[in-house]
Structure formats: structure tokens, C-alpha cells
């Protein structure tokens, strides 16, 4: 991808692979000028059980929409917001975004709970969970409604900090999962101390289970993990229906992806899920 360069305008995107560039101030000024102008935007990709009752639950997955660059995805400025502290801002965005969706939805007589990604900035702020409360609070949403997505990598920053909050959040009745699991670098030691109930395993591993056996035994052998420490396991990245059948096959609880749907504007989500067929 080449560089997108407009010396007009703020905005300055880089290609992948030059990750110094990104550390270009005039991308912050217009990810302020962006939420600012209302131009983030909640979208949502459903998660289905694959076990026992109909049920649904959702991520929240941010999105930005540029009025010249269309829309953003978030590996375009998440890692920079990361760098210069702007993801505090983001992410409080994103869980008020989460709180009024579930608020509206109660309305309607409709529920889904939202997993919103947090980051390391957000997991080392010791005020981050009292806001997280309040906004609940503020929204009249109840805890159970408002789920956390954590990675391997946020907790490794500072892990007795870290695990400080995951104790203040787990308090307050909020569900938390390991993002990416197997991608990071994060001990069993570790992670059996954490107020966790679920396991995303990371997509990476998904993509190629139904024809890679390596693959299919890495995905294996953290399903029959999770499930021996009491956790649930989400399988994220599922792009078809030989994949779904076989973690199915496999006691997987949970599964997100393209086969069951894209992430989409929150508003499409209740429509949605309505067209579903009963069962699945
Ligand atoms: P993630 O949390 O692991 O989210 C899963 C990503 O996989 C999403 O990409 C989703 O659209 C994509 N995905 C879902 N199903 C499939 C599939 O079947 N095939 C493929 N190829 N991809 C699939 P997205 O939305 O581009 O987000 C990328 C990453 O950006 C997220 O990874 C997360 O780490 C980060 N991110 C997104 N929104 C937020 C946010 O609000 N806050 C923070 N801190 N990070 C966010
Ligand atoms: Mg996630
Ligand atoms: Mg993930
Ligand atoms: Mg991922």
C-alpha cells in the first residue's frame, strides 16, 4: 500500500510497514477533529453459541468515518492512538457508545451484551474502573450488559497493576475475556490468577484449522485447557461452515466471525438478529 500524503489537509496515513511515520502529530490533531465532528462510529460483530440456547452477544469494534478517506479501520490509528495516550479518550468513547446502545435497545425491549476493547493505558489508569462504573451508572446499564477484551500483551506491561484493575472490574460484576490468546507471551501462572472467564483464541489459528493439523491441534489443546481451568472459549476469525461445524464438534462455547457475520453499524444488530433463523 503506498504512502497517502496531503500536505493540505492533517491527515497523513502511512503504509503498514513504516510504523515511524505514524508518530506524526498532525494524526492526532485529526483523530480530535474526528471525534470532535462525530465521526467515530460503533460497530458491532454478533458472537453465537454453539452449545445450548439461542443466545446473543456482540464486540464492539471501533470505525471511523472520514468525510474524504471513508472509512477507517481501527489498525489505522489504534497503535497510534496507543503511543500518544489518545486510546484513553477512544476507549472511554467506545464504552459510552456500548452504554447508550444497550440503554436504547432496552427501549425496544431488546438485549445483547457488548465486549469493548481496552488497552494497556486504559489497564494501568487506577481511575479506569470507577469511569467504567459511572458510565454505567450514568446510562442506567447493567454490569452484566458491558463486557472487556483484554490482550495477553496489555497485561504484560505491568501485570501486578494490570491485575489490580481486572480485580476493581471483576468487582463491579463486569465479564472479562483474554483477547488473541496464543499470540502473546503471557505465562499459565499468570493467567490462572486473573478474574477471567473467557478465552478468545486468536484468529490466526482459525484460519486454517479445517486443513492445517497444526493448527488443529493448537485449537484443540486450548479448548480442553480453557475448558480444565473453568473458562469459556470464544473462537474468533471463523470464515466458513466446515470450520464452525468442527469447533462445534469440539465443545467450542462461542464463535465470531464473516460466516456468521461482519461487524455492522450497532443500529443493524437488532434487525439483525430478528432474521435469524430460530436455534442457531
Ligand atoms: P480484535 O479485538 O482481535 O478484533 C477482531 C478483528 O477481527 C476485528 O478487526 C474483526 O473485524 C476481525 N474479524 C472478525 N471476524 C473475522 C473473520 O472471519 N475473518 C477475518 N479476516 N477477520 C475477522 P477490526 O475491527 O479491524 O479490529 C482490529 C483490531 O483493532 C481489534 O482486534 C482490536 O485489537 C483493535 N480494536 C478495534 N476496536 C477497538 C477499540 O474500540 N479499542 C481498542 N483498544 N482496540 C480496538
Ligand atoms: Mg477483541
Ligand atoms: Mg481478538
Ligand atoms: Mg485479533
Given amino acids: 500500500r503506498q504512502a497517502k500524503r496531503r500536505t493540505a489537509g492533517v491527515l497523513c496515513f502511512v503504509p503498514e510497514h513504516d510504523r515511524s511515520q505514524v508518530a506524526d502529530l498532525s494524526l492526532l490533531g485529526a483523530m480530535r477533529d474526528g471525534m470532535v465532528r462525530g ?60 452504554a447508550q ?29 470507577e469511569r467504567v462504573a459511572a458510565c454505567l451508572r450514568r446510562h442506567g446499564v447493567d454490569s452484566s450488559q458491558i463486557s472487556l477484551e483484554i490482550t495477553e500483551s496489555a497485561l504484560m506491561e505491568d501485570p501486578a497493576r494490570a491485575l489490580a484493575t481486572l480485580q476493581q472490574l471483576a468487582a463491579l460484576g463486569l465479564e472479562l475475556a483474554i483477547d488473541d490468546y496464543g499470540t502473546g507471551y503471557s505465562s499459565l501462572t499468570y493467567l490462572k490468577q486473573l478474574p477471567v472467564q473467557t478465552l ?25 485447557l480453557a475448558h480444565q481451568l473453568g473458562l469459556l472459549v470464544v473462537a474468533e476469525g471463523v470464515e466458513d461452515a466446515a470450520t464452525l461445524q468442527r469447533l462445534q464438534a469440539w465443545g ?29
Fill in 39 to 98: 465521526e467515530l462510529r460503533l460497530y458491532l460483530q454478533p458472537k453465537l453459541p454453539l452449545h445450548g440456547k439461542r443466545a446473543l452477544s456482540a464486540e464492539a469494534l471501533l470505525r471511523w468515518q472520514h468525510p474524504t478517506e471513508g472509512l477507517i479501520a481501527p489498525a489505522r490509528f489504534i497503535p497510534f492512538a496507543e503511543q500518544t495516550g489518545f486510546i484513553t479518550e477512544l476507549t472511554t468513547w467506545v464504552i459510552e457508545a456500548a
Fill in 101 to 129: 446502545a444497550c440503554a436504547q435497545w432496552k427501549h425496544l425491549g431488546f438485549a445483547c451484551p457488548i465486549a469493548v476493547n481496552v488497552s494497556t493505558r486504559d489497564l494501568l489508569d487506577p481511575a479506569f474502573a
Fill in 200 to 224: 478468545k483464541i486468536d484468529q490466526s489459528f482459525i484460519a486454517q484449522m479445517a486443513s492445517d493439523s497444526r493448527d488443529a491441534a493448537i485449537v484443540q489443546s486450548s479448548l480442553e
Fill in 252 to 280: 467450542c462455547d462461542w464463535a465470531q466471525g464473516y460466516h456468521i457475520a461482519k461487524p455492522m453499524p450497532w443500529e443493524q444488530l437488532a434487525p439483525w438478529w430478528a432474521k435469524q433463523p430460530q436455534g442457531t
